[in-house]
């Protein structure tokens, strides 16, 4: 188990050791939660996502959102206004 003595710097800021923010993965701009414990303090990654919803999140996924963005932007999209249309559309 690694341990570190942190110093708390101008502002009450604590600079998390490079180990731990390996680990963890955690980015500048993360959140962390602190709990208190019968034995000290307890510090944790925390997710403000709700988890059914970390999927939207994720690199690969926002990757995909840009994509679609420029694809709308050239043009490239098609409306209908019925799923039956949709279905015959893609199966021409």
């Known amino acids: 188990m690694n341990q570190a ?8 800021n604590i600079t998390l050791p490079v180990w731990l923010i390996k680990k963890f993965h955690v980015m500048m701009g993360d959140y962390v939660r602190i709990e208190e414990t019968k ?13 059914s919803q970390a999927y939207f999140w994720t690199k690969e996924w926002q990757e995909a959102e840009k994509e679609v963005d420029a694809e709308i932007q050239k043009g490239k999209v098609k409306k209908t206004k019925s799923i ?4 015959k559309d893609l199966r021409a």
Do not use: R
């Open 39 to 51: 034995n000290g303090v307890l510090l944790k990654p925390a997710k403000l996502i709700d988890p």
């Open 84 to 87: 039956e249309e949709l279905m």
């Open 5 to 12: 003595v942190l110093k708390i710097q101008k502002n009450k």
